[in-house]
């Protein structure tokens, strides 16, 4: 038996914040009361006193590379940067070589993720065979295979028609497809916001417009189908107007955004660092204080890394050659953490967005402190400062604007079915 | 001075000022009989190109040459990018054979940035994608104060395809920051996103914006534009967007005209405007190759 | 604070110059063929001021230009900033002229060096002289001059600083302790 003691829980799924001890016994949580009010004969004992103590985070989307890509992250190396960053399960999206399309992949991810991840993998199914936006993919073997999720994340689905069927028939399986809301003939070429920012520098800009499009396209859809919709790493402004709208219609559409489009915006290319760029690209001021106040309304449902790591040989190169993508897993937690020194969000609040909000999307378990529930669980000094260093990292990928940031918050404990498995 | 000229962007007032005093003294040693002086002796400078350009390439190197320097040039289709060599390998690889300076003309923006951070010698931006090309720009600073005797309040009218011109760029930010003022005229197509943010005025009427303009830039038109949908068709665009004598008219007498070149006479400037008497275009070429000897005299000069 | 000291007035400098001037068309036997060069800056307004003598004395105008030996140094890329360029007017042509060329101060002649490179790439003078206002000793290199105005023997931590009314405002010799930093 573990038991957590006089840290302060702060659990979304119950409404919990205050002082709580936390009993773990066989993996699961036996047993929450106000600190102090339980026994600790016979526990192993983690004093978390100072410490914030929250369900292990759910990462509703990144990319762990594997199988195919190992040169940029692998599923060991993911899992264990996912721990670091006090995240216990992690979303995979399926553009990995070969795609996942094929319950085959799944399984071998899963297995994979059995042998050597340190925390759980959930993988997202590839919506359209080999992600070409033709052909919907094995969705029920899929699902059978255990995939969370349908997307073709990283590559927009183009054809109207492919995106109306597949909402409609992954609702006899009840997965969410996560859209990537992109129209590639608007965005072709581009490698960062169109605005001010690029037309100074001369690149190729990626136009709002693209993302709102195809979020209009979507929401419209799903309001046809009755499919289920989860916006990924939603950008603009005018798309979280969107959403909000859809929402109060009653369309079923959730949505997400990541730390960085929550923290930087276009002026982080001015200097042309390629590891700034990424897709959707950073935008403008104006588009990060909307996508703060959709989180605060509940518009925006989820915060996910997009985590997306690279080899230096597609990030040390010329702009326009560079890989879109950053790695999110290590800075994410005190990114959010902002948010609750900027008094712009409840820790509460902010963490359902990493906690139970995915969980409920995705319908996996998690996310929750709840008596009888998973233990897994994260300890986290809020007022500990460090400097970003990539070479620190436990992924594999080094590609993030934030180097050198001075950060607030860090994990000191991860526990992962009521064993410590970081810290 | 600096290390490297990488944009105007980067440069005060007071270093473009002495850049142009440096070139007009330059211009005199072009004029003798020996063109040469020895203030270069034993610098190596590299002319690495990876976009065809006979003009700027020859104007470094010339300028390189008549300062006693000893240059060499790479392009794109001789060096190992054919062979699948990143840039920064390409720029370890030059540094190691310590060199001075760099000139690097590249297709892609902030390519020279790229390399400035990797390597010691100087690193010289003869134009990178659409985003800047400095040393053109301070040439025409130079026309235009030789022709007119300042630059301030001075209405520059630039006209073309704004979007992708790397010369309009460095020409907006170079004519602002000596206090000119500047208009940017082309098809809304053309004209990016938010170019009001660089302190210029937009028309999409060239007769009307050159009224009042003392000096006309116009840009050279890609003819591959057409086939990205930027406008219908090159005899439209020649017809609404071309400089000739009878929109001319409407302008001051003393009006000047520059073009960066190459040409394309009848297209974007008639032949009658691109030789007659309001044009610039060869003091240009002139003075870009003073302005370049005086890019070299400060930053392979002076080092920290 | 520096000591600085008076060691020629307007009235030294042009009796001089004056003397200079006498001292040039004596040895070269008049004004033919005589070119004025002065280094840029104030061996021009010397320069100019010896012509405007010798046209008293004799008459006859000299052909009188300036010279910048800026690009010909030997300590370019030795200094933190680049010194700015001066003006060059080379009146040509200069085959088989006699050049005198003219400066405030003679030092190390590293200057004076520079000058002459610079000349030959105008053409072939028949012969090069040297006028100073002011010998400070301490040369570097093997250069003597023809016609001098002042010797003046001072130690390295001194400063020696000709003032012309062209570019100054006044008309004076200072010698100065060198500013420290």
Known sequence: ?423 | MRKDLLGIKDLSSREIEVLLETAERFKEVSEREIKKVPTLRGKTIINLFYEPSTRTRTSFEIAAKRMSADTINISASSSSVVKGETLLDTARNLEAMNPDAVVIRHPFPGAPHMIAKEIKASVINGGDGAHEHPSQALSDLLTVKEKKGRIEGLLIVIAGDIAHSRVARSNILAFKKMGAVVRVVGPPTLIPYGIEDMGVEVSYDLGEAIKDADVIMMLRIQLERQKGGFFPSLREYSALYGLNLEKLKSARRDVVILHPGPINRGIEIAPEVADGPYSLILNQVTNGLAVRMAIFYHLLGGKE | MARARIIMDGRDIERTLTRLSHEILERNKGAEDLVLLGIATRGRFLAMRIRDKIKEIEGIEVPFGVIDPTLYRDDIGRTTTQPPLKEMEIPLPIDDKKVILVDDVLYTGRTVRAAMDALMDFGRPKLIQLAVLIDRGHRELPIRPDFVGKNIPTSLSEEVRVHLKECDGVDEVVLKERDEG
């Not at chain 1, 983690?46 to 692998?74: F, N, Q, S």
């Not at chain 1, 949505?255 to 403008?284: G, Q, S, Y």
């Not at chain 1, 590609?399 to 994990?411: A, E, R, Y």
Request: charged fraction near 30%; hydrophobic fraction near 40%.
């Open chain 1, 1 to 423: 038996m573990i038991l957590i003691k006089d840290g302060r829980l702060i659990d979304p799924s119950q409404g919990l914040d205050g002082e709580y001890d936390i009993l773990i016994r066989e993996g699961r949580v036996e047993k929450i009361g106000p600190r102090g009010s339980i026994g600790v004969e016979g526990c192993e004992v983690i004093e978390a006193e100072g410490l914030w103590v929250i369900p292990g985070m759910i990462d509703m989307h990144c990319h762990l590379r594997e199988p195919g890509y190992e040169y940029k992250e692998t599923i060991r190396t993911g899992t264990l940067a996912g721990l670091a960053g006090g995240f216990t399960a992690l979303v995979a999206m399926a553009n990995t070589d070969p795609v996942n399309d094929d319950a085959s992949v799944t399984r071998y991810i899963l297995e994979k993720a059995e042998k050597e991840g340190m925390c759980r993998v959930c993988p997202v199914g590839a919506l359209t065979r080999g992600m070409k936006g033709e052909n919907l993919s094995d969705i029920g073997e899929l699902r059978e295979a255990g995939v969370v999720a349908l997307s073709d994340d990283g590559r927009p689905v183009a054809r109207s028609e492919i995106m109306r069927r597949g909402l409609e028939y992954a609702k006899a399986f009840d997965l969410p497809i996560i859209s990537h809301c992109e129209d590639p003939d608007l965005s072709k070429g581009g490698v960062m916001n169109e605005g001010r920012v690029s037309t100074l520098l001369g690149l190729k800009g990626i136009p709002s417009i693209s993302e709102v499009i195809m979020i209009a396209r979507d929401i419209a859809l799903a309001g046809f189908t009755g499919g289920r919709l989860h916006i990924a790493h939603v950008s603009t402004r005018e798309g979280v107007q969107l959403i909000r709208e859809a929402k109060a219609k009653g369309i079923e559409v959730t949505a997400e955004v990541t730390p960085h489009h929550l923290t930087l915006t276009e002026e982080a290319l001015k200097d042309f660092d390629t590891n700034a760029k990424v897709n959707p690209p950073l935008r403008t001021e104006e588009d990060r204080e909307a996508l703060i106040e959709g989180l605060k309304d509940g518009t925006i449902d989820v915060i996910a890394t997009d985590h997306a790591p690279h080899s230096p040989v597609e990030k040390e190169v010329e702009m326009d050659l560079a890989a879109f993508g950053m790695v999110g897993l290590e800075t994410a937690l005190p990114l959010m953490l902002r948010l609750v020194e900027e008094g712009v969000l409840e820790p509460l609040s902010l963490f359902e967005k990493v906690t139970v909000n995915p969980a409920r999307i995705l319908g996996i378990e998690g996310g929750s402190l709840r008596q009888g529930s998973r233990a897994d669980a994260v300890l986290i000094d809020p007022g500990k400062e460090w400097v970003v260093d990539p070479s620190l990292f436990h992924s594999r990928g080094r590609n993030t604007p934030f180097k050198g940031w001075k950060m607030k918050g860090k994990v000191v404990k991860t526990i992962l079915e009521g064993k410590v498995v970081y810290g």
